[in-house]
């Protein structure tokens, strides 16, 4: 009893928060509802018995990304008026995709869960990390490279577009720093001293 209602109230905030990602006016507010809404989803792997998946999700989303995003978004000057421009045109075709998605995965949990029973509890020495790194590398192996090469080539694209070399551009050549010596940046001059008359 006390786990479902730990389920469900894990469950109304994550999807709360989640709301409040898309209609948060301020980025800053989404990208924290977004912390929440990690936070949350880590809760019920926790009730889940999946105790790494949760502290991966805490560690590499909230820890990490997180971070970043707040910092770009902070970082950055975002005209919040440009951004709204158009909401109300495509918000038709925004909520049929929305409903489409919705539809497609209720009805992938009817057809999967349907019927089931729950499983029986685990035994007192089960690993879950153990049994994750099994599935990865055994069953899902193929997938789990195919995720990665096609993340690889996502950093490649990634840096080749950021990186490009302007004109007007300044940088330093740090082996060229390294090579200087005193005699090629200081000059030493020498002056006769003068003599204040009063």
């Known amino acids: 009893m006390f786990s479902t209602f730990i389920f469900y109230a894990f469950s109304t905030v994550l999807i709360a928060a989640a709301l409040g990602v898309i209609t ?4 800053v ?4 509802l ?6 949350t989803a880590s809760g019920l792997w926790i009730q889940l018995q999946a105790e790494f998946l949760a502290i991966a999700l805490v560690l590499v ?9 707040l910092f770009v978004v902070m970082m950055l000057d975002i ?6 421009e158009g909401f109300w ?3 038709p075709l925004g909520g049929l995709v929305g409903a ?3 539809l497609e995965m209720g009805t992938l949990l009817w057809l999967r869960f349907a019927g089931t029973e729950m499983p029986p509890p685990l035994p007192a020495g089960y690993s879950n990390t153990k049994e994750l790194g099994r599935l990865i590398y055994t069953e899902y192996v193929y997938p789990f490279e195919i995720a990665a090469v096609i993340l690889l080539v996502a950093i490649v694209a990634a840096i080749s577009l950021t990186l490009r070399h302007r004109k007007n551009s300044k940088s330093q050549n740090p ?9 090629d940046r200081v000059r030493i001059v020498s002056m006769p001293s003068e003599k204040r008359e009063e």
């Open 29 to 32: 507010h989404s990208a924290l």
């Open 61 to 69: 989303y909230v820890g990490a990304v997180m971070v970043l995003f």
């Open 24 to 27: 948060a006016r301020n980025p």
């Open 175 to 183: 082996a060229r720093q390294v090579e200087v010596k005193r005699a």
């Open 89 to 91: 045109r495509y918000l």
């Open 100 to 102: 489409l998605l919705v």
């Open 79 to 84: 005209n919040l008026a440009q951004l709204r």
């Open 34 to 39: 977004l912390v929440l809404a990690f936070f």
